[in-house]
């Protein structure tokens, strides 16, 4: 668990990264660069996203019938890489564990 941290603008109270992207993604989709930009401005750390999106899948699978899915797409001024985004959604058995 993160620790309180006296950062302006950083969330006061400790939260965990898979606490802290559910919350971020509840809110709508968002993207990896995304994502760690908004963890070092909102809680002043970084954030494994897609270790803690795997752990987040399998809260949401056994807990409120959702998943996280990744998408790929064309990154946005990244000079033709690719952008991974985020997003809860439904699950459905079709979906990896």
Known sequence: MKQPTDTPNVISVAITDVAFLQMVLTEGAATTNELIQRSFRERGCGLTVHS??????????????????????PGRNRYGKIDYVYMLAPFSPEDPA
């Open 52 to 73: 803690r999106a795997a752990d987040l899948r399998r809260k949401l699978q056994r807990e409120a019938g959702q998943t996280v899915r990744c998408v790929r797409r």
